[in-house]
């Protein structure tokens, strides 16, 4: 079956423009997640959706980082205003029980 | 809190060569422990997982490790290690929450 996949690959963005990064979770997965990784580093955990629940924000690092998903389906994490210090990978998991997480390849973000 | 450590940002090793990756953990309630691969500009693969029963858990490449609760530790070892494993491990825990905490990775090296 399809794991988890994102786009795009990579993204090229000029300071202050908006960018948007998809997420498709492995079909049933209810948890959906997202983190940055920035180079060299651990992950940093952003959003956690869990089906219908109301999603946990607490990683989100300012208000120009908002997500969004639609039931148990495709998320969308959107940056506004992209600043040089959000260039990093950003990798979306999925699972369904809640602990064990499947990844994807993740989106490579610079902003220039 | 939750919280996980792992010891060494880098561990160099020769090929064939015994390998061990340190983690510890901190945590008051049950703990479900992962470690996960990256191999460079990939996602996190996950390589085995611990939620109860045997404290010596098996993963994929040979990998196992083993859950200690006196010393909260949950060591990664490779009896022979390949030039293939060179990657980033990632040692993660989840203390109940359904947000694990990332390690801050280990890049293993394995030298010819």
């Known amino acids: 079956g399809a794991g988890v996949s994102q786009s795009p690959s990579n993204k090229v963005t000029e300071k202050g423009k908006d960018v948007e990064l998809r997420c498709d979770p492995i079909?049933?997965?209810?948890?959906l997640y997202w983190y940055r990784q920035r180079l060299g580093q651990g992950l940093e955990f952003l959003i956690y959706?869990?089906?219908?629940?109301?999603?946990?924000k607490s990683g989100l690092p300012s208000d120009r980082f908002s997500a969004e998903r639609t039931g148990e389906s495709v998320s969308t994490l959107t940056i506004q205003r992209t600043q040089q210090e959000d260039s990093a990978v950003y990798l979306c998991a999925s699972s369904r029980s809640s602990y064990e997480q499947y990844f994807g390849p993740g989106t490579r973000l610079t902003v220039t | 809190a939750q919280s996980v450590t792992q010891l060494d940002s880098q561990v160099p090793v020769f090929e064939e060569a015994p390998v061990e990756l340190r983690c510890n953990y901190s945590?008051?309630?049950?703990?479900?422990l992962f470690w996960y691969v990256q191999y460079p500009n990939q996602g996190l693969q996950l390589l085995l997982k611990?939620?109860?029963?045997?404290?010596l858990v098996k993963g994929i490449n040979g990998f196992e490790a083993e859950f200690n609760k006196s010393q909260t530790s949950f060591h990664l070892r490779k009896p022979s290690v390949h030039i293939s494993d060179t990657a980033e491990y990632f040692c993660?825990?989840?203390?109940?929450?359904?947000?694990?905490?990332f390690g801050r990775g280990t890049s293993l090296i394995v030298h010819p």
């Open positions: 611990y939620l109860s029963g045997s404290t």
């Open positions: 959706f869990q089906g219908n629940s109301a999603p946990d």
């Open positions: 079909s049933g997965h209810t948890a």
């Open positions: 945590s008051s309630v049950s703990v479900y």
């Open positions: 993660a825990g989840s203390g109940g929450s359904y947000i694990p905490t």
